[in-house]
């Protein structure tokens, strides 16, 4: 019998807990209070399970088992991007349907996290005697950053090895570079756009765009016939302070922000066809020049790929244009082979010649570790031990905490092939069955670093 099945157990706890997770609406800068409420959790079950833990920081912690030997640990985070629109679940509840499992965080990152603590649970109560320090280390940050870690490594010593469920199977080696850039103006001088509102989270691509126009009718029959024309889906409504245009796209993370359909950038193409940059201002117009619509950064000169970790992605995220502010965010992910300097040149120097200001609000360096690491080696065996086939090696344009273990984890895990879990979207879910085999393996990999 694998150790990789004491875990299930625990299947019916595990859900009961996952339900109330869930229902906490831990978004990071919007819910702090829920951030730490979804932390004190986890702590209250550590308790109750007989485990060592302890708060780090006021967005982290950590559940240890045992003591000496290496540090081995494993990352998840509880803090979830915002709901958004057009779900037929109830977003921050567990619901089970045709064998999914749905709600807000379930795949990204709650259900692994639940899965990490149980695993150390398992271990303890199976009696098992290990040689090194496991750590289940939790975060409550992730989605704004990851200054979770920041600060809890400032306090905590790093891992000799670690990794974190919070990307797909096989085992990700290479993580591409993230940069969040602020694109401002100083002043907001657009004559007829009054009002230009998308997005919520940076990393995601914006489902809902909006703008208020001081239009004439010549104007509204001319935009009219652009959005017949065009490739969005948009909605006009006249008020009492002038038309409004609402935009509707399809929501996805900004590491694959092809597989979504940005409705500000679909906007602001429809608002730059029919007026002048004077009309609707620099920073609406910029978006059209530079982004054009476009995932890869061609219009930046920003298309590039390597063979590692493959091409270079831009996502706009966040538009906020009214009375005196006009601010726009960014997200791109590059190769890891280039120097995150050289992307933020050349964005820079596209805004700067628009008359914008542009500023780094983040910035997560590439992750890069070798194929036939010791680490790599006894996750592939765990992968293998639970489903008979060898793990395939990837690399990702997602953010993961393995980049803040300075070469010593990646991401592992806890989502399969084929599995539509609709992360950062609408409806995100996971097969039920995929996520008890994930548990198995997280089972097996653990028991392996803590007896190794």
């Not at 905590?156 to 080696?173: E, H, K, N, R, V």
């Not at 940069?179 to 489902?207: C, I, M, Y």
């Not at 805004?351 to 070798?370: K, R, S």
């Amino acid at each position: 019998m694998l150790f990789g099945d004491k875990i299930l157990p625990y299947r019916d706890e595990l859900l009961k807990d996952l339900d109330y997770l869930l229902s906490i609406e831990s978004i990071d800068g919007a819910r702090d209070d829920e951030c730490e409420r979804a932390l004190a959790f986890l702590l209250k079950r550590a308790q109750d399970f007989g485990l060592t833990y302890e708060m780090v920081t006021d967005k982290s912690v950590h559940v240890q088992l045992g003591e000496g030997g290496k540090l081995c640990g494993v990352l998840a985070h509880v803090d979830v991007v915002p709901a958004g629109n057009n779900w037929s679940v109830i977003p921050f509840a567990l619901t089970e349907r045709d064998g999914r499992l749905y709600g807000r965080g379930v795949a990204d990152d709650k259900g692994a996290a639940l899965v990490n603590l149980y695993c150390l649970r398992a271990l303890k109560e199976n009696g098992v005697q290990g040689k090194n320090t496991l750590r289940a280390i939790f975060g409550a940050a992730e989605e704004t950053g990851m200054h979770d870690m920041e600060g809890y490594f400032k306090k905590m010593p790093l891992p000799d090895m670690a990794f974190t469920p919070d990307s797909d199977y096989g085992i990700c080696f290479a993580e591409k570079g993230i940069l969040h850039l602020r694109v401002s103006t100083p002043t907001n001088e657009a004559k007829v756009l009054s009002q230009f509102h998308a997005g919520k989270a940076v990393n995601a691509v914006p489902d809902l765009a909006y703008v208020m126009l001081d239009s004439s009718g010549y104007d509204e029959q001319l935009l009219m016939r652009l959005a017949d024309a065009g490739d969005g889906n948009f909605e006009f409504n006249y008020t009492i302070d002038g038309l409004m245009i609402i935009s509707r796209g399809k929501a996805a993370h900004a590491c694959e922000p092809h597989k979504g359909k940005n409705a500000a950038a679909l906007l602001a193409d429809l608002v730059c066809n029919a007026y002048d940059v004077y009309e609707i201002g620099s920073l609406c117009s910029f978006i059209d020049y530079a982004l054009n619509c476009e995932t890869n950064g061609r219009s930046l000169g920003l298309k590039m790929s390597d063979s590692v970790s493959g091409a270079l992605t831009v996502n706009l995220g966040v538009v906020h244009i009214e009375g005196n502010t006009a601010e726009a965010y960014f997200d791109i992910r590059y190769p890891v082979t280039v120097k995150g300097d050289y992307i933020f040149r050349q964005f820079k120097a596209v805004a700067e010649y628009n008359g914008l200001q542009v500023e780094i609000v983040n910035h997560v360096p590439p992750l890069h570790m070798e194929k036939d690491s010791p680490l790599i080696r006894e996750l592939s065996a765990a992968y293998e031990s639970v489903t008979g086939e060898q793990p395939s090696l990837y690399a990702t344009g997602g953010g993961t905490y393995a980049r803040m273990l300075c070469g010593r984890g990646v991401a592992f895990g806890p989502h399969f092939p084929g599995d539509p879990i609709h992360m950062h979207n609408a409806d995100e879910s996971v097969d039920k069955e995929n996520f008890f085999k994930h548990a198995q393996i997280c089972m097996e990999a653990l028991y392996r670093l803590y007896t190794l």
